[in-house]
Antibody, heavy 124, light 107 residues
């Protein structure tokens, strides 16, 4: 059974940092593009970043470029999101999501499995 | 930038109803469209991809159609567990983007 379990969320002050983790199990983690998708309270879904199977390609939504860094450790079946210079508008539930096998450029495809999410609140 | 318009934003329906949700694109995206269901406090779940392909395990009362700019998600006979919010997602252009959502509530 595919499982994605996020952790690391919490309350942080504006300008602060946080590192999210996603533990994957039930599939060959190193074979899949992985993404972070977020959802602000009461709002819709926004793709944040993704990373190729071997970590050689990483992409970000414009609003987080230069502040967030996506990474993975295939030996630990884990995905990470380092978030720096956090702003109030980064407040959201952050989901880890898997992309099914794809040949699409930048791994641009749908998301077939999602974690339960971790809440990040940026507030003073 | 591809603009996505989902309609309606809110849909009131009864169990057993046929429900149709629309997702319209500002430019053609071929069939690079997915639909998700999200229940309160839960993660989204993939229902349909490639505009009309049912994800494994999804009940057959869900169906998707369309290509180019106009897409629909149809629930043929609404069940109690289908009251939720539904999102479309395009993956024709990068980055992938989502519609604003359609909440299906009990009438």
């Amino acid at each position: 059974e595919v499982q994605l379990v996020e952790s690391g969320g919490g309350l942080v002050q504006p300008g602060g940092s946080l590192r999210l983790s996603c533990a994957a199990s039930g599939f060959t983690f190193s074979s899949y593009w992985m993404s972070w998708v977020r959802q602000a309270p009461g709002k819709g879904l926004e793709w944040v970043a993704n990373i190729k199977q071997d970590g050689s390609e990483k992409y970000y939504v414009d609003s987080v470029k230069g502040r967030f860094t996506i990474s993975r450790d295939n030996a630990k079946n884990s995905l990470y999101l380092q978030m720096n210079s956090l702003r109030a508008e980064d407040t959201a539930v952050y989901y880890c999501a898997r992309a099914p096998p794809t040949i699409a450029a930048a791994g641009n495809t749908q998301f077939d499995y999602w974690g339960q999410g971790t809440l990040v609140t940026v507030s003073s | 930038v591809i603009w996505m318009t989902q309609s309606p934003s809110l849909l009131s329906a009864s169990t057993g109803d046929r429900v149709i949700i629309s997702c319209r694109m500002s430019q053609g995206i071929s069939s690079y469209l997915a639909w998700y269901q999200q229940k309160p406090g839960k993660a989204p779940e993939l229902l349909i991809y490639a505009a009309s392909t049912l994800q494994s395990g999804v009940p057959s009362r869900f169906s998707g159609s369309g290509s180019g700019t106009d897409f629909t998600l149809t629930i043929s006979c609404l069940q109690s567990e289908d009251f939720a919010t539904y999102y479309c997602q395009q993956y024709y252009s990068f980055p992938p983007t989502f519609g604003q959502g359609t909440k299906v509530e009990i009438k």
